[in-house]
């Protein structure tokens, strides 16, 4: 088996997130991201960067982070117990973009690589990461767009990977204390090491480098489309759930918290603008009924 070579996986990751980055920020048209580098006094660090205020991204970051230890925390042991005693180090990009207009959709993009060692046995290492898509006012091209290209960048690893990272996705990102997905779902993978190293580099590269090709179609397609108060207050309102998802359920955002982490790279990923109503529910055939009736159904959005 191949071993794996993390500096390899490093320099992909900061060259993706200068690509990611910049077409972003083109499609904006207004504003750059702003760089703010970091250092984990526990060991690693990162750079952040963040676009607020753009004509099309109310907020939008895209963090690196590259942070070591003596031993794992307890959110990653807890499901894989032979790596107590291990030093770690994770390294990933992580993105988290906001729209103004309501008809934009948010989405998360996430690829990350992790390895533990210990002194006379082999590494331990995974991959995982994936995105997905949080519209306010549904389409259906939009939905078909986002997961034929998820489909299409899984399809050289196989054609079980598609369907298996979809599946774990619309359980993944699953509001359990509301019954509700968070969106239309995309891809979600973890502890990625069935296949050698360079394949399984090779899958995580194919997921990074297809974000940008899943969503800015469609943040082109509907950025300028009009909007009212009302509709967004709608987005406002639906964005608590995911800032409850991300503060509850999130994987990355325990693992950060609980590694001694930079606090404000971690819930960057929060919106700028929510609100709670209390027991609201949306009007009969209405688009915002639709969203919940139609678009929070997990379905086979790829042809």
């Known amino acids: 088996m191949t071993a794996p070579n993390k500096q390899a996986v490093k320099a992909y990751l900061l060259n993706l997130q200068d690509k990611i980055c910049q077409a972003l920020a083109a499609v904006d048209g207004k504003e750059t991201f702003v760089e703010d580098s970091w250092q984990r006094p526990e060991g690693g660090g990162g750079r952040s960067r963040v676009l607020t205020n753009g004509a099309v991204i109310e907020k939008g970051g895209v963090n690196f982070s590259h942070v070591h230890g003596s031993s794992m925390p307890a959110s990653a042991t807890a499901h894989r117990p032979e790596l107590a005693g291990r030093s770690f180090e994770a390294m990933g990009v992580s993105l ?40 306010y006012y549904g389409n259906d091209e939009d939905c078909r767009h986002w997961h034929n290209t998820a489909k299409a960048a899984c399809a ?29 779902g995309g891809l979600f993978f973890d502890d990625l090491n069935e ?14 480098n297809s974000y940008t090709q899943a969503y800015v179609p469609i943040v082109e ?3 300028d489309e009009p909007y009212n108060q009302a509709q967004r207050d709608f987005q406002l309102y639906r964005r608590g759930r995911y800032v409850e998802f991300n503060l509850v359920y999130d994987r990355g955002t325990l ?12 819930l960057m990923s929060l919106p700028p603008l929510v609100r709670w109503e209390y027991d609201w529910q ?19 959005w790829a042809e």
């Not at 394949?199 to 990074?208: H, I, K, L, R």
């Not at 693992?255 to 971690?266: A, C, H, K, P, V």
């Not at 949306?282 to 678009?295: D, F, G, I, K």
Request: charged letters at 25%; a negative charge; glycine letters at 8%.
């Open 96 to 135: 988290v973009i906001h729209p103004n207009n309501p008809h934009v959709p948010t989405s998360h993009a996430n690829v990350r690589f992790f390895i533990a060692e210990k002194e006379g046995a082999e590494p331990v290492w995974w991959f995982g990461g994936g995105y997905d898509l949080t519209p």
């Open 156 to 184: 050289p690893f196989g054609e079980d990977k598609y369907p298996r990272y979809k599946k774990w996705c619309d359980e993944y990102f699953y509001l359990k204390h509301r019954d509700e997905p968070r969106g239309v």
């Open 195 to 208: 296949l050698d190293f360079d394949q399984s580099f090779a899958f995580m590269q194919a997921v990074g």
């Open 221 to 223: 397609r509907r950025k």
């Open 255 to 266: 693992f950060g918290l609980q590694t001694g982490g930079r606090t404000e790279s971690i």
């Open 282 to 300: 949306p009007q009969p055939n209405t688009p915002e009924a639709r969203l919940y009736e139609h678009y929070l159904q997990p379905q086979d």
